[in-house]
C-alpha cells in the first residue's frame, strides 16, 4: 500500500515564474481529489495572504483527500495552520552540520529541542505531523537518527526523507531508508527532486525499501526543476509494481494539461505519459507490430490514460503504416497505388506527409508528377 500526497501548490508554485490564483489551485485540488490524491499539500500559509486564503479554501471543500499546509519549526506557523482548518502541518527543518553551523549559528542539540516543541505544540492541537529532516541525503546519519526519533517520540506521525538538492541515487536511496527503518519506527514520506532527473527512479527506490508515501507534483512543477511528477510515478507503480490504488488513471491527461494551462510551462512532446509523443508511432516494424498488438511498443496501453495512439507517416513508414492511414481517412485503393505512396513517401527526405498531402497522392499522375521533379 502506497500513498500519494501532491505538493502542486506548494512545490510547485515554487517553480521559477509560477503563481497560481486562489481559483486555479481550487481547481487543480478538485481535479487531483477526484484522481485519488491521498494528501493534498496546499501551500505555506505564512507566506502571503493568498496562500493562506488558497489553503484555507481548499480545506473547506470537504475534499476525500486530506490537506497538508507547509510550515517552519515556528509556533507562529502552525498557529496559522490551525486557522486554515488543515488536517496535517509538515514542519521542515534542515540539520545538516554545515547549514547548522555556519546558516543557523547554532547545534543538533538546540535545534532538536526546537523542532521537537514545535511538533509537541500542534500535536497539543489535534494536527496530524510530518517532520522534514531538509537535506536529508547530505545529513550526517547520526544527526538524521537524533533529530527523527526526537521527531517520533514528540509526536510526529511521518518522517519525510527529502533529496532537497536531487543528490541521491536509486542504490543510495533505498539503503538510506532501509537503514533508518531500522532504527525507528515510524512511516516514511520521500520527496525527491529532479536536478539529475533521477527523481522517479529514487522515489521509486524508497518505495521498493518501504516508503509508505511519495511526494510528487504535476508535470514536476518545483524549486528549479521540480520533484517526481504524478503522472511517471502512479503509471510506474500501476505498470511496472502492479499497485492497485484507485487512481482515475485516465483523468491524468486532463490535469496535466490544466497545470500546464495555469502554469504557463508546457509539456514537451517527449514528456513520458503526457507528452504529445508518448503515444504515437514512428518506425515502420514497430507500426506494424503495434498494429497487431500494442503491448510490443507499449509499457501500458494509451487507453489507460484515456489517450489514443497514433501513427506518423514519414520515410520511415511501411506498408502497413499507409494502409492504416488510408484506412483512418476511408480510402480504399490499389496495392499499385500503395506502392507508388511507398515510393513518394520514402523519398520525401524531410517532415512527415500529412492526411491532406495523403488524399492529395491518391491521384496517381500526381505522384508522378511530385516524384519525378
Ligand atoms: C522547501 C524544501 C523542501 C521541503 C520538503 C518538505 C525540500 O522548499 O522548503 O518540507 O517535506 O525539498 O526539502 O521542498
Ligand atoms: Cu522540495
Redesign the pocket.
Known amino acids: 500500500m502506497v500513498e500519494i500526497l501532491d505538493s502542486t501548490l506548494r512545490?510547485g508554485e515554487?517553480t521559477p515564474g509560477i503563481t497560481f490564483s486562489v481559483e486555479e489551485k481550487l481547481t487543480i485540488a478538485s481535479l487531483l481529489d477526484e484522481f485519488g490524491v491521498d494528501i493534498i499539500e496546499a501551500g505555506h500559509p505564512r507566506v502571503s495572504k493568498d496562500i493562506f486564503r488558497g489553503v484555507k479554501e481548499i480545506s473547506n471543500q470537504g475534499y476525500n483527500a486530506e490537506i497538508l499546509a507547509?510550515c517552519r519549526a515556528i509556533k507562529e506557523d502552525i498557529d496559522v495552520a490551525r486557522s486554515c482548518n488543515v488536517d496535517w502541518v509538515?514542519i521542515?527543518f534542515c540539520v545538516s552540520n554545515r547549514r547548522l553551523e555556519q546558516q543557523f549559528r547554532s547545534n543538533i542539540n538546540k535545534v532538536t529541542d526546537l523542532i521537537t516543541e514545535t511538533i509537541e505544540y500542534a500535536k497539543d492541537y489535534g494536527l496530524k505531523v510530518?517532520y522534514?529532516p531538509?537535506?536529508a541525503i547530505r545529513t550526517d546519519f547520526t544527526s538524521l537518527i537524533k533529530v527523527s526519533r526526537a521527531a517520533v517520540e514528540a509526536g510526529a506521525d511521518r518522517i519525510?526523507i527529502?533529496?532537497?538538492v536531487g543528490a541521491v541515487t536509486p542504490t543510495r536511496m533505498y539503503d538510506l531508508i532501509k537503514s533508518l527503518q531500522s532504527e525507528i519506527k515510524v512511516k516514511f514520506?520521500a520527496?525527491c527532486?529532479n536536478d539529475l532527473g533521477l527523481a522517479t527512479a529514487n522515489a521509486l527506490a524508497a518505495y521498493e525499501a518501504g516508503v509508505t508515501m511519495i511526494?510528487v507534483s504535476v508535470n514536476g512543477l518545483?524549486?528549479r526543476v521540480g520533484?517526481t511528477p504524478l503522472s511517471e510515478l502512479c503509471l510506474a507503480l500501476h505498470s511496472l509494481y502492479c499497485v492497485k490504488n484507485n487512481w482515475k488513471l485516465e483523468m491524468i491527461s486532463k490535469i496535466s494539461q490544466k497545470v500546464s494551462e495555469f502554469s504557463g510551462i508546457n509539456i514537451s512532446p517527449n514528456t513520458p505519459v503526457v507528452g504529445k509523443n508518448a503515444f504515437v508511432h514512428n518506425a515502420g516494424l514497430h507500426v506494424a507490430a503495434v498494429l497487431h498488438d500494442p503491448s510490443y511498443y507499449e509499457v501500458f496501453p494509451a487507453e489507460l490514460v484515456g489517450r489514443n495512439r497514433k501513427f506518423i507517416l514519414d520515410k520511415m513508414a511501411s506498408i502497413q503504416t499507409i494502409k492504416q492511414k488510408l484506412q483512418q481517412i476511408g480510402v480504399s485503393t490499389n496495392n499499385d497505388n500503395i506502392t507508388r505512396i511507398m515510393r513518394y513517401v520514402k523519398s520525401k527526405e524531410k517532415g512527415t506527409v500529412s492526411d491532406e498531402e495523403l488524399r492529395g497522392l491518391l491521384n496517381i499522375s500526381e505522384i508522378e508528377s511530385v516524384m519525378f521533379h
Open positions: 512545490e515554487q507547509h509538515g521542515f510530518r522534514t531538509e537535506d519525510s527529502a533529496d532537497t514520506n520527496h527532486h511526494d518545483g524549486e520533484i
